[in-house]
């Protein structure tokens, strides 16, 4: 009797086994899948403007060299609509991917930020650059209550250097 415990045990096992490595090959699909989507829409994406005969032709070689096959390519302005199937074991996930420009572009970087007083040029104590956020600091009030002016930051304890739209900018 123990060896027909043994012999269903070990079968079941086995069968739990082949399922876990099912599932691990299937998600193995669809991430290479996911990839080379997302490969191909940013190729295609960078041709958007040259037509969308080149920037499908430009998925297609990406997807390729992804070992996966376009099934649509549509591109509307500059934002390309990719959806990519890639073969693997018995598994063949398609996945659809979309690239273009970011959803609102930032201004022009040479622009002062709203609302600060411009540098004096005369004035070789106020070091200041309003156009660059990284070198002004909160705003102080003037002598006795006077025009507020803006002084540079000083030290790690200013903070994160934001751009003018208030979001992060790196500093090299």
């Known amino acids: 009797m123990a060896t027909v415990w043994v012999a269903v045990t070990t079968a079941t096992l086995c069968a739990v086994f082949t399922m876990v490595l099912a599932l691990g090959q299937a998600v193995s699909a669809r991430h290479r899948a996911g990839g080379a989507a997302d490969l191909a829409a940013l190729a295609a994406a960078d041709r958007a403007l040259r037509g969308a005969e080149a920037a499908c032709a430009a998925a297609g070689e990406v997807a390729e060299a992804q070992g996966a096959e376009i099934v649509r390519c ?3 302005g500059e934002i390309a609509d990719v959806t990519v ?14 690239a273009g420009p970011p959803e609102g572009s930032l201004p022009p970087t040479d622009l002062p930020p709203s ?4 540098a004096d040029p005369a004035d070789p104590a106020d070091p200041a650059d309003p156009a660059d956020p990284a070198t002004t600091g909160p ?11 803006t002084r540079p930051a000083a030290g790690p304890a200013a903070g994160p250097a934001t751009a003018p739209t208030g979001g992060p900018v790196a500093l090299s």
């Open 139 to 149: 705003a102080t009030t003037g002598p006795a209550g006077g025009p507020a002016t």
């Open 85 to 98: 199937r890639a073969r693997f074991g018995p598994y063949a996930p398609e996945v659809r991917s979309r």
């Open 74 to 76: 549509g591109v509307t």
């Open 115 to 118: 609302g600060l007083p411009p």
